[in-house]
């Protein structure tokens, strides 16, 4: 069992910037993908963006590129989620989502079903 948990969720303002951390409690799974997703109230959770384990290869929904930037610590069983020029169709609650025994695929990345623990959501305000 690996337990994912956020932090780092907050109002801010249009424009403003916030940085989301998520923490996977137990890595003797070895080597796994860590990924973020986003639902907003009344709309399907989306996929925003994902890393590999060795943090070389991330992966960008096209409504964040450019904006977010998600990294890895040294210790892989971190990520962060950087979010610059927020907007408020970012709104969202955020998840952050761990892949230990799904596909490491290009495409499974992008998808919630490609990801086997999941944390219980920090939520993202941005006020316009």
């Known amino acids: 069992q690996v337990l994912v948990e956020e932090s780092g969720g907050g109002l801010v303002q249009a424009g403003g910037s916030l940085r989301l951390s998520c923490a996977a409690s137990d890595h003797t799974f070895g080597r796994y993908g860590m990924g973020w997703f986003r639902q907003a109230s009344g709309k399907a959770r989306e996929f925003v963006a994902a890393?590999?384990?060795?943090?070389?290869?991330?992966y960008y929904s096209d409504s964040v590129k450019g904006r977010f930037t998600i990294s890895r610590d040294g210790a892989k069983n971190t990520v962060f989620l950087q979010m610059n020029s927020l907007k408020a169709e970012d709104t969202a609650i955020y998840y952050c989502?761990?892949?230990?025994?799904?596909?490491?695929?290009?495409?499974?990345?992008?998808?919630?079903?490609?990801?086997?623990?999941w944390g219980q959501g920090t939520q993202v305000t941005v006020s316009s």
């Open positions: 989502a761990v892949s230990v025994y799904s596909s490491s695929s290009d495409h499974a990345r992008r998808i919630a079903s490609g990801y086997d623990y």
């Open positions: 890393v590999t384990w060795s943090g070389d290869t991330t």
